[in-house]
């Protein structure tokens, strides 16, 4: 069972690993976007981390809902509603329980991206953050943390060959062909931390 | 042309802080004289930045919220986005916020000469979408 102290760990997990890869994402979004996804989401999480530091929800669906409302908050770009959105929908699926399983989270999440979709209006293969998100929910079914992130990442290399249809990439047409797209990269990273840190857990 | 005490307000969310008080004040120019509905921008990060501030936009919902609805009207991306997370939130936008489908500038116009003339949410919403109706070519 993974309790609020898990959520808190998967938190802190993904603002080391955007710190760490800030600058990547940044490179990836100044070839299709506005260069600015690193930077943003550097802040966005710096501040969740902070947050989580003052404030220490005790159930799973307190923390994500928190992490959530301070990504909107915080980040002045689109990632910030976008990624807001799908944490604060997991946690409030999550309810109110002290301990929630596997399964409940692969459920709730699975709301989360849903709600990501519809604010949105993307679908997978539209090369955004869905397309490492949706995989990560489809294999997460299982409950299988570690087989989650590999289908992310999958995800996110996949989304190289497409043409944006969402966002500001989309302007750029055929011209969006051949650069991985930087939030299915976050998201993947975001996916990715979740699975390290049940991985700290059972060691 | 005069208000009634309950008038629409308008917000004017845009990446740019220039950009959303510019309209902001185009709008109002253009709405004329006697008493205008109320028009708050929420441009730009809170820093002066480009994007969009969340803070902002409730705090600019919120000063011109007079009990009658309020209607947003937004540029881009993240602006869209912003404004209906936080509408799904469901207690950070006053009671009777609407995001409102129109173009930015057309729309912004729209909403604050009949907001200003008494018009009620739905026929200011209706205002400013129809805008999207006059084409120029």
């Known amino acids: 069972m993974l309790d609020a102290d898990f959520f808190r760990r998967w938190m802190f997990a993904t603002t080391v690993a955007v710190d760490h890869e800030a600058a990547r994402l940044t490179e990836l979004d100044s070839a299709i976007g506005d260069a600015d996804h690193g930077s943003n989401l550097q802040r966005g999480f710096a501040a969740v981390s902070q947050i989580l530091e003052q404030e220490s929800p005790d159930t799973p669906g307190g923390v994500l809902t928190l992490a959530g409302r301070q990504l909107i908050s915080k980040v002045g770009g689109a990632s910030g509603p976008l990624y807001g959105t799908l944490l604060r929908r997991t946690g409030k699926a999550l309810g109110d329980a002290a301990e929630v399983s596997e399964a409940d989270l692969a459920a709730a999440l699975r709301a989360g991206v849903d709600a990501v979709a519809a604010l949105g209006g993307a679908a997978p293969g539209d090369k955004t953050m869905l397309d490492a998100l949706v995989p990560a929910v489809d294999a997460l079914d299982g409950g299988d943390l570690a087989a989650a992130r590999t289908a992310a990442e999958h995800g996110a290399e996949a989304t190289t060959p497409l043409q944006a249809r969402r966002g500001r990439a989309s302007y750029l047409g055929p011209r969006s062909i051949g650069h991985q797209d930087p939030g299915a990269t976050s998201a993947a990273l975001l996916i990715g931390a979740l699975a390290e840190t049940a991985e700290g857990s059972a060691a | ?128 979408s129809e805008a999207y109706t006059y084409r120029k070519e």
Request: hydrophobic share 50%; proline share 3%.
């Open chain 2, 1 to 128: 042309m005069t208000a009634p005490d309950k008038a629409v307000g308008i917000v004017l969310v845009s990446h740019s802080r220039e950009v959303a008080e510019s309209v902001a004040r185009l709008a109002a120019g253009l709405a004329g004289g006697g008493t205008l509905a109320p028009v708050a921008a929420a441009g730009g990060t809170e820093d002066g930045g480009l994007g969009t501030s969340s803070e902002l936009i409730s705090a600019a919902a919120a000063s011109v919220d007079r009990g009658a609805g309020v209607a947003v009207l937004v540029d881009l991306g993240s602006a869209v986005l912003t404004v209906k997370s936080l509408l799904a939130e469901g207690d950070e936008l006053p009671d009777g916020t609407r995001l409102v489908d129109a173009p930015f500038v057309e729309g912004a116009v729209a909403a604050v000469v009949s907001a200003s003339a008494g018009a009620d949410l739905d026929a200011v919403v209706a205002a400013a």
